[in-house]
């Protein structure tokens, strides 16, 4: 139920910038403004393969310093001091490879 709440009330963001770093499902970017947590999931499509962001880093295809845009799902929580956001990537575009999150949902843009 959760889920599917949290579905409803997200939007799209694309979020640009330097990967600072990837640690435990969390890709943390330079945007040059500011550094931006996106949570990821653990599976993603590379060239029709499946691979963990892991294996992602091992090999080379991402790492950090790289310049990446992730499009993400965007959820805000806001009270009158201050706001929190959590960022879900699920494609991230790199010198024109895109990687696909391995996901049990289709989205459409």
């Known amino acids: 139920m959760l889920k599917l709440r949290l579905l409803r009330n997200c939007k799209p963001e694309t979020v640009e ?13 330079d945007t040059g403004e500011e550094q931006v947590r996106v949570i990821v999931p653990y599976l993603w499509i590379v060239d029709g393969e499946a691979m963990n962001m892991t294996e992602i880093f091992d ?6 310093g790289a310049f990446v845009t992730v499009n993400a799902f ?20 790199q010198e024109g490879e895109v990687l696909y999150a391995l996901l049990p949902i289709n989205i459409e843009e």
Do not use: A, Q
Request: net charge negative; charged share 20%; aromatic share 12%.
């Open 59 to 64: 090999s080379g295809i991402l790492s950090p």
């Open 17 to 29: 910038g330097n990967i600072v770093t990837y640690v435990k499902r969390t890709l943390v970017l």
């Open 74 to 93: 965007r959820w805000d929580i806001e009270n009158e001091n201050l706001t929190i956001y959590t960022l879900f990537g699920y494609e991230i575009e």
